[in-house]
């Protein structure tokens, strides 16, 4: 069974990092992709930023581009979301999902609340 392992969330003032990862297991394909969304209540999933196996080819929303960045273990498929300069308004639940040949998971999210 396919899983995503969220971790790295918290409470951070403006200005300030976090590191978010993700671990993914179950699975033994060498083509997919990882990507970060976030979700502010009632609004739908925003997707933040794409990486691609094989190749790291990546891809960010504009309203990330610059101040978040991810990357990949390969050895142990964990995706990761350096998140600086944080902004009031990147509070949200950030969700993790591996796209696969016959479709996607999601992680089950954790929260990142950037307040001082």
């Known amino acids: 069974q396919v899983q995503l392992v969220e971790s790295g969330g918290g409470l951070v003032q403006p200005g300030n990092s976090l590191n978010l990862s993700c671990a993914a297991s179950?699975?033994?394909?060498?083509?997919?992709?990882m990507s970060w969304y976030r979700q502010l209540p009632g609004n739908e999933r925003e997707l933040l930023a794409s990486?691609?196996?094989?190749?790291?080819?990546?891809n960010y929303a504009n309203s990330v581009k610059g101040r978040f960045t991810i990357s990949r273990d390969n050895v142990t498929i964990t995706v990761y979301l350096q998140m600086n300069s944080l902004k009031p308004e990147d509070t949200a639940v950030y969700f993790c999902?591996?796209?696969?040949?016959?479709?996607?998971?999601w992680g089950q999210g954790t929260q990142v609340t950037v307040s001082s």
């Open positions: 999902t591996l796209q696969l040949p016959w479709g996607r998971v």
């Open positions: 179950g699975f033994t394909y060498r083509t997919y992709v």
């Open positions: 990486i691609t196996s094989p190749g790291s080819n990546r």
